[in-house]
């Protein structure tokens, strides 16, 4: 029996939303105040959801039970599948020697820790999340920055800031796409509109994270880096956001920005070399005796093949190619769920079914990607064959076992209150905000991001209700729909998704309590920041948009 969605279960909007809020608040207490292990604030956020998801909006408990399990199912594929491959081909480069010679490949570049930092986490980590996304960029580069000595929580907290100039054009662009198809707005003009948003964000990032691992005094030291990787970056993402569309932003940006970084260490050093903290020039990586290329490039070889991998398994054209493959994508309804509940108005324009369908692309999947760059690369890894590499595998899932669980119900956690209706509940709170709207409209975007881990499930889940109510306060809808995009990133380090995935790279399971304390601060600063954009561009600056 269909069951329609309520949003207003006790006819008061703004109570309705603080009781679809009372997991969230859960999970926000048991990560920030009680720093207890992600599991455990998972699984007490999935709880009170389910209780308030059947008691107080009506739902079905045979539908509720069955909307956690598929969001529970996507959190494992294809989310998790990326998470494990990922930290397998770190620890394959670990096990085999090879990442001792890529960090004195880096050493030998700069063995200055702000500059390797803005080299992996912001340009490279860019890359990364330009090509797949999905938790991929934090993965590989918190991995790699833990391998060059930097701190657990200092390497996955960085990773997790400067992921956020990133995001909105993450994976070829699909988050942007994703707006416009929800919205009917052109993605063209919502990647203009997001273009010109960003890069006031891009640029300050790397100067962000120097200041947060030195302080500024010392961030001054390395400006022009800083300099270059953020006008790089910024402009970048303006021209091709604007000129070209959506797809290569980040992929574009990301290349230039290391070029530049790479022909700007040709000519200029930093006069002194920051170390991290408690670390002598002795214990921290050197240059040391030059290497040759052919090691270096070895050395390398599988991040090159990844990012090559990821690349062409980001382009739709060669992903169409791999799901016409027979038997490579599996389609079906998930049971209990698909065609069962009704989405109604305000959150759509009519009654309209809630599909759950679950896509199981495993061939064109961002982690058999990363699988198959693991399997090219072990040949070229000296003394390691594939026995040693399966081993490696299987330990990395058992290592992995708490992060999978808690990704698992995270995302069975959103997918509840999605289907529940408790997250467009919280939404519409929002637009009772009139003409102020323009300053809470990045929140919706950031809340989307929060509970999803994903810009894309951010857009897919608000921007509908964005355009609309955007048309009935008065504000360009275009705006509307580009800064549920733009807020959204400022979510994704704070996401319990996020976290997880961050712990679970840098083998700090059981402290997802810490990096959420750490992240926190940045993310509301960084939301501060497009909240006031947004309403700016809605009125003084509305010359701005496109």
């Known amino acids: 029996m269909m069951w329609t969605q309520v949003y207003n279960p006790t006819g008061n909007a703004v109570f309705s939303a603080l009781l679809a809020a009372i997991p969230l608040f859960a999970l926000f207490y ?102 797949a996304g999905f938790g991929t960029p934090v993965a590989i580069t918190a991995a790699m920055l833990v391998g060059l000595g930097f701190k657990p929580l200092y390497a996955a907290g960085v990773c997790l800031i400067a992921n956020t100039a990133p995001v909105a054009f993450g994976a070829i662009g699909v988050p942007i796409i994703v707006a416009g198809q929800v919205s009917g707005v052109s993605d063209m003009t919502i990647s203009a509109i997001v273009g010109r948003q960003l890069p006031f964000l891009s640029i300050i990032v790397p100067l962000w994270l120097c200041v947060l691992m030195c302080g500024f005094k010392r961030s001054m030291e390395v400006l022009p880096a800083i300099a270059v990787a953020g006008v790089c970056f910024a402009g970048s993402q303006f021209l091709f956001s604007n000129f070209h569309g959506p797809t290569l932003p980040d992929i574009m940006s990301a290349l230039i920005t290391i070029i530049g970084l790479v022909v700007l260490l040709r000519v200029w050093k930093p006069a002194t070399t920051w170390r991290l903290e408690g670390e002598s020039d002795e214990a921290a990586i050197s240059g040391g005796a030059p290497i040759s290329f052919g090691v270096v490039l070895r050395a390398w070889s599988p991040y090159i093949i990844l990012a090559v991998m990821v690349f062409l398994w980001g382009l739709p054209q060669f992903k169409n190619l791999l799901n016409a493959v027979p038997g490579a994508v599996l389609t079906f309804g998930w049971p209990g769920l698909d065609g069962m509940v009704m989405k109604t108005t305000p959150i759509a324009p009519a009654d309209t079914v809630y599909g759950a369908k679950f896509t199981l692309n495993w061939l064109s999947a961002g982690g058999t990607a990363i699988l198959l760059a693991g399997v090219f690369s072990v040949p070229l890894m000296p003394g390691y064959g594939y026995g040693k590499a399966i081993s490696c595998f299987f330990r990395t899932i058992y290592m ?147």
């Open 30 to 131: 048991m990560l920030a105040v009680r720093r207890s292990k992600g599991h455990y604030a998972a699984a007490v956020a999935v709880v009170l959801s389910a209780i308030l998801s059947v008691f107080v909006w009506g739902m079905p408990m045979g539908t509720a039970a069955s909307s956690f399990l598929y969001g529970a199912a996507f959190g494992l594929f294809p989310i998790v599948w990326i998470v494990v491959t990922a930290v397998w081909v770190y620890n394959m480069t670990v096990e085999s020697g090879e990442f001792e010679y890529l960090k004195q490949s880096l050493a030998n570049l700069t063995d200055d820790r702000r500059l390797q930092a803005i080299f992996i986490a912001f340009a490279f980590g860019a890359f990364l999340e330009g090509t």
């Open 400 to 546: 992995l076992r708490f992060p999978i669980l808690t990704i698992a119900m995270i995302l069975g956690l959103a997918y509840l209150m999605n289907y529940s209706g408790m997250s467009s509940t919280l939404g519409i709170a929002f637009t009772l905000t009139g003409g102020f709207f323009p300053l809470f409209a990045p929140l919706l975007g950031w809340l989307g991001v929060f509970l999803t881990g994903s810009d894309t499930s951010s857009n897919a889940l608000f921007c509908g209700m964005q355009r609309n109510t955007a048309e009935v306060v008065g504000m360009s809808p275009e705006l509307a729909v580009a800064s549920n995009s733009s807020g959204g990133v400022t979510g994704k380090m704070i996401s319990p998704q996020s976290i997880s995935v961050a712990t679970a790279a840098t083998n700090m399971v059981g402290q997802e309590g810490d990096l959420f304390r750490f992240a926190l601060p940045h993310s509301l600063a960084m939301t501060v920041c497009i909240c006031i954009l947004t309403w700016l561009q809605a009125g003084p600056l509305r010359w701005m948009l496109p």
